[in-house]
C-alpha cells in the first residue's frame, strides 16, 4: 500500500504509488527505483494505462519531487540521474507544467 515501508536487502524503502506504478525511495541512499515512471528524456507515456497525462503530471509534483532534487532515480531505460536534473534538462517535468497538471494551452 501506498507509504508503508518494504525491506529490500538492508535497507527499508518505502512503497510510493504513482500514476499506477509502484516507487521505491530508500532514505538513508536518497535513491529512488522508479521503474517506467520516469525515463531520463521521457516520462511515462499517457496513453498507457493506468492514468490520464494529469495524472502523470500530478503523481511527479506530489509523490516525487519531494524527495529533493540531489535523490538520484533508476528508471526502466536510461542513465542515472537526479530528480533536479529531470526537472531541468526534460521538457516534460518543468515545474511550469507540473503544476498546470501538463496542460499546455494559454489559460483563457
Known amino acids: 500500500m501506498h507509504d508503508d515501508e518494504v525491506g529490500v536487502g538492508h535497507e527499508a524503502s518505502r512503497v510510493i504509488y504513482c500514476s499506477g506504478y509502484v516507487v ?3 532514505a538513508s541512499t536518497r535513491w529512488a527505483f522508479v521503474g517506467n515512471v520516469l525515463f531520463a528524456g ?3 507515456a499517457k496513453d498507457f ?3 490520464t497525462l494529469a495524472q ?3 503523481s511527479m509534483r506530489d509523490r516525487l519531487w519531494p524527495f529533493g ?3 538520484t532515480f533508476v528508471s ?3 542513465p542515472l540521474l537526479s530528480f533536479g536534473q529531470k526537472r531541468m534538462t ?3 517535468a518543468r515545474d511550469s507544467l ?4 501538463g496542460d499546455t494551452r494559454p489559460a483563457q
Open 24 to 26: 521505491l525511495f530508500s
Open 49 to 51: 494505462p493506468p492514468g
Open 69 to 71: 532534487d540531489d535523490a
Open 90 to 92: 526534460n521538457p516534460y
Open 42 to 44: 521521457l516520462i511515462r
Open 56 to 58: 502523470v503530471f500530478s
Open 98 to 101: 507540473a503544476q498546470t497538471g
Open 76 to 78: 526502466g531505460f536510461g
